[in-house]
């Protein structure tokens, strides 16, 4: 045996062992991607989930434990499978809600990794796309995959299901990001708002210091005339995991660079609110707390200036690899410098300071990042333009689709884009969008691309809307509502070797329909009161959802 014919073949076995072969290739481990692979394995399809960090489930496992559910009648299959399971950690059946809508991150993730090493798939961890150049298509198909560390993976069918959508992206799909006008799609809701009456300043303040400059936090940039379109998005934070049981306390971290200076605004906001409310401010009105068990709660932005970083993710959506870094570790900053303002400067009320210092980073959550979660909440990146843009009036006047795979009921939820200093020379917040829906159907075109541009991809979460109706949709359990009609589709779609924009949309909706998901409304007083669901395991594939009457 030559030299030659043995490098030859250790070559090959390199080759091999890098370049593997799947039906589907999911990217991106956010609930919408485990749902998505999940589903495809299930209906016998050899499945990947590439993840780019270290931790499966995005938001619901990266610290959105108080779940925005909307309607709960409206949540079906796999998505309700997820929390029916968690409830079973917590013994909820005990109290006659066997499903559980609020929980520790922790116990979240380990229920999604057993449900996807029940399914079949092949999860892997720290593979992140190359940069760039990560894609390669034959014609209107993608073929292989590349990641940055090497690791080629070649696949019938792909399922980009990141926030950031990188793979829709160098496939070459339509995209846009930011907010467009009101003229582009007849929608009231569009552009830069006109009025924004929720998370606002209530009290004048003053957006500059002595010698007249702008106050840190402060945009100095054009705000835009109401209704005109932008490339500005919904701001970002961490929902903080926190506990008050002392035993479990971490201290609030005090980051690196930390600047009291740079939190001039909120001090001058605690100021205001003490002197109109004559008492100061309790913890709840600068930061929302949800309680979770065991002594946790899941903190989120609450008032004016609270844990969103208003106006400095502008460039995130489209960003590149670096840039994005940049952006999340000055979330991180901004962020933990916030509670460790709250908690440490002598500006702050003693009693509001003592309040904040009753809570801190749990021990026992998130390990690997000292207790910060390890997902920033992307709420808003980049969007498909595919087949069907789903619009405002999709959510409001025609709420029904022939192709619907599932329901919608979330308000019209966009965080604000801009803070300024408005013409009275005093602080001003801009964006903020709380409009109720009634539920709604959910078409599957919203996950398509267009068919002249790539015939097998799905795209369950950077998905086809425009900025207002994307603000409804682009909640979790509704990620993994269309992951689990992209798992389907995508079997289908293999099954008769057929573009995914032409599987039969009846099978998929009857496929759906025996595995749970909800394509109806109907009002249920006992969910109301009490989200009563009961399970029913099938003998052979997925757990099935029945409503008790």
Same mark, same amino acid.
């Given at each position: 045996?030559?030299?030659?014919?043995?490098?030859?073949?250790?070559?090959?076995?390199?080759?091999?062992? /890098?370049?593997?072969?799947?039906?589907?290739?999911?990217?991106?481990?956010?609930?919408?991607?485990?749902?998505?692979?999940?589903?495809? %394995?299930?209906?016998?399809?050899?499945?990947?989930?590439?993840?780019?960090?270290?931790?499966?489930?995005?938001?619901?496992?990266?610290?959105?434990?108080? $779940?925005?559910?909307?309607?709960?009648?409206?949540?079906?299959?796999?998505?309700?499978?997820?929390?029916?399971? #968690?409830?079973?950690?917590?013994?909820?059946?005990?109290?006659?809600?066997?499903?559980?809508?609020?929980?520790?991150?922790?116990?979240?993730?380990?229920?999604?990794?057993?449900?996807?090493?029940?399914?079949?798939?092949?999860?892997?961890?720290?593979?992140?796309?190359?940069?760039?150049?990560?894609?390669?298509?034959?014609?209107?198909?993608?073929?292989?995959?590349?990641?940055?560390?090497?690791?080629?993976?070649?696949?019938?069918?792909?399922?980009?299901?990141?926030?950031?959508?990188?793979?829709?992206?160098?496939?070459?799909?339509?995209? $846009?990001?930011?907010?467009?006008?009101?003229?582009?799609?007849?929608?009231?809701?569009?552009?830069?708002?006109?009025?924004?009456?929720?998370?606002?300043?209530?009290?004048?303040?003053?957006?500059?210091?002595?010698?007249?400059?702008?106050?840190?936090?402060?945009?100095?940039?054009?705000?835009?005339?109401?209704?005109? %379109?932008?490339?500005?998005?919904?701001?970002?934070?961490?929902?903080?995991?926190?506990?008050?049981?002392?035993?479990?306390?971490?201290?609030?971290?005090?980051?690196?660079?930390?600047?009291?200076?740079?939190?001039?605004?909120?001090?001058?906001?605690?100021?205001?609110?003490?002197?109109?409310?004559?008492?100061?401010?309790?913890?709840?009105?600068?930061?929302?707390?949800?309680?979770?068990?065991?002594?946790?709660?899941?903190?989120?932005?609450?008032?004016?200036?609270?844990?969103?970083?208003?106006?400095?993710?502008?460039?995130?959506?489209?960003?590149?690899?670096?840039?994005?870094?940049?952006?999340?570790?000055?979330?991180?900053?901004?962020?933990?410098?916030?509670?460790?303002?709250? /908690?440490?400067?002598?500006?702050?009320?003693?009693?509001?300071?003592?309040?904040?210092?009753?809570?801190?980073?749990?021990?026992?959550?998130?390990?690997? $990042?000292?207790?910060?979660?390890?997902?920033?909440?992307?709420?808003?990146?980049?969007?498909?333009?595919?087949?069907?843009?789903?619009?405002?009036?999709?959510?409001?006047?025609?709420? $029904?689709?022939?192709?619907?795979?599932?329901?919608?009921?979330?308000?019209?939820?966009?965080?604000?884009?801009?803070?300024?200093?408005?013409?009275?020379?005093?602080?001003?917040?801009?964006?903020?969008?709380?409009?109720?829906?009634?539920?709604?159907?959910?078409?599957?075109?919203?996950?398509?691309?267009?068919?002249?541009?790539? @015939?097998?991809?799905?795209?369950?979460?950077?998905?086809?809307?425009?900025?207002?109706?994307?603000?409804?949709?682009?909640?979790?359990?509704?990620?993994?509502?269309?992951?689990?009609?992209?798992?389907?589709?995508?079997?289908?779609?293999?099954?008769?070797?057929?573009?995914?924009?032409?599987?039969? #949309?009846?099978?998929?909706?009857?496929?759906?329909?025996?595995?749970?998901?909800?394509?109806?409304?109907?009002?249920?007083? @006992?969910?109301?009161?009490?989200?009563?669901?009961?399970?029913?395991?099938?003998?052979?594939?997925?757990?099935?959802?029945?409503?008790?009457?």
């Amino acid at each position: 045996m030559s030299f030659r014919f043995i490098a030859t073949m250790l070559a090959c076995a390199g080759l091999c062992a /890098a370049q593997q072969q799947f039906d589907l290739v999911v990217y991106g481990g956010t609930a919408g991607g485990v749902a998505t692979a999940i589903s495809g %394995a299930r209906h016998g399809l050899k499945t990947v989930l590439l993840e780019p960090r270290k931790h499966v489930g995005g938001m619901v496992t990266g610290g959105l434990s108080r $779940t925005d559910v909307g309607r709960r009648e409206v949540i079906g299959g796999l998505s309700l499978e997820f929390y029916y399971r #968690v409830g079973e950690r917590y013994e909820m059946r005990r109290f006659n809600n066997p499903v559980a809508w609020f929980y520790e991150p922790k116990v979240g993730e380990a229920v999604m990794r057993d449900m996807l090493r029940e399914a079949g798939v092949t999860v892997l961890y720290d593979h992140l796309l190359q940069e760039k150049t990560g894609v390669r298509r034959d014609g209107a198909r993608i073929t292989e995959i590349t990641m940055t560390n090497g690791a080629k993976f070649r696949g019938r069918m792909f399922a980009d299901c990141t926030y950031e959508g990188d793979l829709m992206a160098q496939a070459k799909v339509s995209y $846009t990001w930011g907010r467009e006008s009101m003229a582009q799609y007849g929608e009231s809701l569009a552009g830069v708002r006109d009025k924004t009456p929720k998370h606002q300043f209530l009290v004048n303040i003053s957006g500059k210091d002595d010698q007249g400059n702008v106050l840190p936090e402060i945009s100095t940039g054009p705000v835009g005339q109401p209704g005109a %379109a932008d490339k500005k998005v919904q701001a970002y934070n961490f929902r903080v995991i926190a506990t008050n049981v002392p035993e479990n306390r971490i201290a609030w971290p005090k980051p690196n660079g930390y600047d009291p200076k740079r939190y001039e605004l909120m001090a001058r906001l605690v100021q205001g609110m003490t002197k109109k409310l004559n008492r100061a401010p309790v913890f709840q009105e600068v930061t929302l707390i949800a309680l979770i068990p065991n002594g946790k709660a899941d903190f989120n932005n609450q008032g004016a200036f609270s844990s969103d970083y208003i106006g400095k993710n502008y460039a995130y959506p489209d960003g590149s690899y670096a840039e994005r870094a940049r952006i999340w570790q000055e979330h991180v900053d901004y962020q933990q410098g916030m509670y460790y303002f709250l /908690a440490t400067d002598p500006r702050i009320p003693q009693s509001l300071r003592d309040e904040v210092n009753q809570w801190g980073l749990p021990k026992d959550e998130y390990q690997d $990042t000292g207790g910060w979660p390890h997902q920033l909440y992307v709420r808003e990146a980049r969007r498909m333009v595919g087949e069907f843009v789903v619009t405002q009036k999709d959510l409001q006047t025609e709420r $029904t689709k022939p192709d619907v795979i599932g329901m919608g009921s979330y308000n019209s939820d966009s965080h604000n884009l801009q803070r300024f200093i408005n013409k009275d020379g005093f602080v001003e917040n801009e964006g903020d969008m709380q409009v109720p829906v009634q539920p709604y159907q959910i078409p599957f075109r919203v996950m398509l691309p267009k068919r002249a541009e790539v @015939q097998n991809l799905l795209v369950p979460v950077c998905f086809s809307a425009t900025h207002v109706a994307y603000s409804s949709l682009r909640m979790e359990p509704q990620y993994m509502i269309l992951g689990h009609a992209a798992g389907v589709a995508a079997s289908l779609a293999l099954r008769d070797n057929k573009a995914v924009q032409e599987i039969s #949309v009846p099978e998929l909706q009857k496929v759906l329909k025996s595995e749970a998901a909800v394509f109806e409304f109907v009002k249920n007083e @006992q969910i109301d009161a009490f989200g009563i669901l009961s399970r029913k395991a099938t003998p052979k594939g997925p757990a099935t959802f029945n409503r008790e009457q």
